[in-house]
């Protein structure tokens, strides 16, 4: 909890901090990588800081959980700590690496806001950053006990077994432990990180989900490559389209991720969109073979069924389940197919089904996707804390509320 001087400091100059956070964000990436360039290549996404993705989304956290302080102040948001805990996890972070981000941050907001902070602005903006920072390094630790790894060792040496074209755009590669141990225990709808070496002599790291079942003793995952167009092309996933063959080694994380079943007997929906049905293929698998009988709703929209990525698991695996139904959407249609039904033109639209009470959703897709669903959930009656969502990259949807 914010000490009452702080409170009250933080309050009154959250305005001032809040309209120049993306400034202060930027500035202080640009010190960081000045003064440690190996973390601009080995560790950051290269892809999200050209687009300035990851400043905004580290501009949402800071403003939400310093509002969050002073609007509420004998709650934390648990929720969203959680969430970028399990991907620094993932990454291997530690605890040292804060007083580094402390450093450059600091010197960031002097430089912007300039006279306006006053040793009492900075003493309190200070234990902001402290209680957030200490409370992400509390989560990462046991998340780190959780896999029985020392802080920062989630890194091992994994074989590809084997590669599979899904369609155009995704890969799926399945592989094992090099060293022959058995695969780290995850739960359905996590991720791994995957560490690639690049032309440029950069480990540039990215997020996959695991799309097998738990219970399996190989670990699978796919791959959409991100083509040039709205953005830039995305080096990694190119890379491993490219050049990861059945043989090759890589290094591979221990899974990581709050995007989970908590093993109720709720009713279920599972919304995604394009290759955000990854993590929902596991929570099928799992569900399956844990005997859930309440009803799960599978949704689903892409650009085609050819587009669709695992299509045929996805509507395979939502089979297996006692009671699940699945309905698609596609921008183009399936020549000969009707457009009802299972698969349907157009975006994803809930108006025509039925959620039961006391349905939890999960939603993994594009952020605009994303509070599409979550909007006409909310008017259905779902409970917002019943609705719980993954990004692929920097959380935006702090930095866009």
């Known amino acids: 909890m914010l000490s009452e001087t702080s409170t009250a400091t933080v309050r009154a100059t959250l305005p001032a901090v809040g309209a120049a956070v993306g400034d202060i964000a930027d500035l ?16 950051f996404n290269r892809g999200n800081q050209a687009s300035g993705t990851q400043r905004q989304a580290l501009a949402g956290s800071i403003a939400a959980f310093a509002t969050q302080l002073v609007e509420h102040p004998d709650t934390r948001p648990d929720v969203m700590l959680g969430r970028i805990a399990n991907k620094h996890a993932s990454l291997g972070v530690t605890a040292p690496q804060y007083e580094i981000v402390h450093t450059h941050l600091f010197a960031a907001i002097a430089e912007v806001l300039g006279d306006a902070v006053t040793p009492e602005a900075a003493a309190a903006w200070d234990e902001v950053y402290w209680l957030m920072a200490n409370a992400l390094i509390a989560i990462e630790e046991r998340l780190y006990a959780q896999q029985g790894v020392a802080a920062g060792d989630v890194w091992h040496e994994w074989t590809v077994d084997s590669r599979t074209e ?3 755009d995704v890969a799926s590669f399945r592989i094992s432990p090099a ?18 070496e690049l032309p440029d002599g950069a480990r540039q ?21 991100v083509r040039g167009g709205d953005g830039p092309e995305g080096e990694v996933s190119t890379h491993l389209h490219a050049h990861l ?12 991720g709050d995007l989970v079943l908590d093993g109720t007997d709720a009713p279920l929906l599972l919304a995604s969109a394009g290759i955000g049905c990854t993590p929902f293929l596991s929570m099928l698998e799992h569900l399956a073979a844990q005997g859930h009988t309440s009803p799960v709703t599978v949704v689903h929209g892409d650009r085609s069924p050819a587009a669709h990525a695992l299509r045929a698991d996805h509507l395979a695996l939502t089979g297996k389940l006692a009671d699940a139904t699945a309905h698609f959407w596609y921008g183009t249609p399936e020549p000969g197919r009707p457009a009802h039904g299972t698969h349907r033109t157009g975006q994803v ?17 594009p952020l605009p996707f994303m509070r599409a669903v979550r909007t006409q959930l909310l ?19 702090l930095a866009q509320d």
Do not use: M, N
Not at 31 to 38: E, Q, R, T, V
Not at 181 to 190: C, E
């Open 28 to 43: 202080f990436y640009r010190k960081l990588f000045d003064a440690h360039p190996k973390l601009l290549r080995d560790l």
């Open 166 to 168: 899904d369609t155009p």
């Open 179 to 196: 060293d022959g141990a058995p695969a780290p225990a995850f739960r359905a709808g996590q991720y791994v990180s995957v560490q690639v």
């Open 205 to 225: 790291i990215r997020q996959y989900s695991l799309t097998g079942s738990p219970s399996s003793a190989l670990r699978s995952f796919s791959v959409k490559r």
């Open 245 to 256: 063959r059945a043989g090759d080694r890589l290094r591979v994380s221990a899974p990581y």
């Open 349 to 365: 639209d809930l108006s025509g089904l039925t959620v039961a009470p006391g349905t939890r959703a999960y939603l993994c897709g």
């Open 379 to 397: 008017g259905k009656g779902v409970a917002a804390a019943d609705i719980h969502y993954e990004v692929f990259g920097p959380d935006l949807w």
